[in-house]
């Protein structure tokens, strides 16, 4: 059995060699048949390139003639000077001739243009400054609109508003997340943001804070719900401000 397995493998290996032998050789013939084609293709274009070197010799060099008179005897006739020379232009002589008075208009044309440009730069200028000087009085506005009693309430009011959905039941941090998200998302913080928050309202005993394990909860004060009215005046710029965790 052994050697009935040995020599199966034996015939596999021979198979495959002589499959990879005949395709060694078919490249070989293949690659052969491209170097004569090339070699074919070669050896024209030397010949073309022969042929067409002989060729440029046969042309015959151009020369450009330039066609000398002759006298009546069949003689070249002499050049003179005069004749080779090349006349100056006209355009010197049109401008010595320019009448006066075609300057002086010219020279009033061109001051009434540059009298024209100059209001326009003025106008321009002016309005740079005063586009300058509105925008410190928008940016105020602004400043004032935001502050002002259209602003958005604090977090810290959005926050007890959370809490006193459900005033008996302690909250994590992560649960009061959870319901302003739900209360409102366009106010939605980060965990630490609405944790500082909450601590904030601790100190200020707005809200209350219990401990259990690790686990910190907070709750509303039911002996002060008119606590929950009061608005928080930290500013909203501020939100972020890290504080103490109280252990």
Same mark, same amino acid.
């Given at each position: 059995?052994?050697?009935?397995?040995?020599?199966?493998?034996?015939?596999?290996?021979?198979?495959?060699?002589?499959?990879?032998?005949?395709?060694?050789?078919?490249?070989?013939?293949?690659?052969?048949?491209?170097?004569?084609?090339?070699?074919?293709?070669?050896?024209?274009?030397?010949?073309?390139?022969?042929?067409?070197?002989?060729?440029?010799?046969?042309?015959?060099?151009?020369?450009?003639?330039?066609?000398?008179?002759?006298?009546?005897?069949?003689?070249?006739?002499?050049?003179?000077?005069?004749?080779?020379?090349?006349?100056?232009?006209?355009?010197?002589?049109?401008?010595?001739?320019?009448?006066?008075?075609?300057?002086?208009?010219?020279?009033? =044309?061109? /001051? @009434?243009? *540059? %009298? #024209? !440009?100059?209001?326009?730069? +003025? &106008? $321009?200028?002016?309005?740079?400054?005063?586009? =300058?000087? /509105? @925008?410190? *009085? %928008? #940016? !105020?506005?602004?400043?004032? +609109? &935001? $502050?002002?009693?259209?602003?958005?309430?604090?977090?810290?009011?959005?926050?007890?508003?959370?809490?006193?959905?459900?005033?008996?039941?302690?909250?994590?941090?992560?649960?009061?997340?959870?319901?302003?998200?739900?209360?409102?998302?366009?106010?939605?913080?980060?965990?630490?943001?609405?944790?500082?928050?909450?601590?904030?309202?601790?100190?200020?005993?707005?809200?209350?804070?219990?401990?259990?394990?690790?686990?910190?909860?907070?709750?509303?004060?039911?002996?002060?719900?008119?606590?929950?009215?009061?608005?928080?005046?930290?500013?909203?710029?501020?939100?972020?401000?890290?504080?103490?965790?109280?252990?």
């Amino acid at each position: 059995m052994p050697d009935t397995a040995v020599t199966s493998i034996q015939q596999k290996y021979q198979q495959q060699y002589a499959a990879d032998l005949e395709s060694n050789r078919s490249r070989q013939k293949d690659i052969e048949r491209q170097i004569a084609t090339l070699e074919e293709t070669l050896g024209r274009l030397r010949a073309d390139e022969k042929w067409l070197a002989e060729q440029m010799e046969l042309v015959p060099a151009h020369s450009e003639t330039t066609a000398v008179p002759r006298a009546e005897d069949g003689a070249p006739a002499p050049v003179r000077p005069e004749e080779t020379s090349v006349p100056e232009p006209r355009q010197e002589a049109h401008s010595a001739t320019v009448p006066k008075k075609t300057v002086k208009k010219a020279a009033k =044309r061109a /001051a @009434k243009r *540059a %009298a #024209k !440009k100059a209001p326009a730069k +003025k &106008t $321009t200028a002016t309005a740079t400054v005063t586009e =300058r000087a /509105a @925008k410190p *009085a %928008a #940016k !105020k506005a602004a400043t004032v +609109k &935001t $502050t002002g009693k259209g602003a958005e309430p604090p977090l810290g009011d959005l926050l007890l508003r959370v809490l006193a959905t459900n005033p008996v039941e302690p909250r994590t941090a992560a649960e009061v997340v959870t319901g302003l998200e739900k209360a409102f998302p366009e106010r939605a913080r980060d965990i630490n943001t609405v944790r500082n928050t909450l601590e904030r309202l601790v100190a200020k005993s707005r809200i209350e804070r219990t401990k259990q394990g690790s686990t910190v909860y907070y709750t509303v004060p039911q002996q002060s719900g008119a606590g929950m009215q009061e608005a928080d005046t930290t500013p909203a710029g501020e939100e972020s401000e890290t504080v103490a965790a109280q252990v």
